[in-house]
């Protein structure tokens, strides 16, 4: 088991331990020794996205009701994008892309104070990931991943198939402003 430390403060990439023999494999997804996280997690959520050109996101939970997760993709493979906008973070604003694949097993733990959104690149995606605080719907917003002072490049070509709540998500400056002085 490794753990790769990104660029950004706080994230990482969890590569376990997998056993592969002739009846299949084996690997830890989640232990609280391995893991350097003094997070406690209290809901699981399970994602099913059908067809190539999904993007969900990007997300986040707004104080009191912020959110750690801790991701993988259990079916097909995607490209998760994480955003760091804890205003007094060394990294805010930088973003970093990560592929994720049922094959490949890594898990990404995304902290608090992160948006979070993924794009499915096979026809069907399950996406699995636990979270440290309880959804809180008014307390949920969606930031436009195509903003330009974000700078993502999704490296798409064609039609994103989005829902109606991200297609009309905040500009970054609105958000920015509706988080001005939360603790992040």
């Known amino acids: 088991m490794t753990i790769e430390y990104l660029d950004l403060k706080d994230a990482y990439i969890y590569h376990p331990d997998v056993f592969k023999d002739n009846r299949g494999w084996f690997f830890e997804s989640y232990s609280e020794k391995k893991l350097p996280s003094d997070v406690v997690y209290v809901q699981d959520n399970h994602s099913y996205s059908k067809g190539k050109g999904v993007f969900r996101g990007l997300h986040i939970q707004l104080p009191p009701f912020t959110q750690s997760k801790l991701i993988r993709c259990t079916k097909g493979e995607i490209i998760d994008v994480i955003v760091d906008v804890r205003e007094?973070?060394?990294?805010?604003l930088k973003h970093r892309m990560i592929h994720l694949s049922a094959d490949n097993f890594n898990e990404l733990f995304v902290p608090k104070g992160f948006l979070h959104?993924?794009?499915?690149?096979?026809?069907?995606?399950?996406?699995?990931?636990?979270?440290d605080a309880l959804y809180n719907k008014e307390s949920e917003r969606s930031v436009r991943f195509d903003d330009k002072t974000l700078g993502i490049d999704l490296g798409w070509k064609g039609d994103l198939i989005m829902s109606k709540k991200d297609k009309n998500a905040l500009i970054l400056d609105a958000f920015l402003k509706e988080l001005k002085g939360a603790n992040l």
């Open 88 to 92: 007094s973070s060394p990294t805010f």
């Open 117 to 131: 959104g993924f794009l499915t690149i096979s026809d069907e995606v399950e996406v699995q990931y636990k979270v």
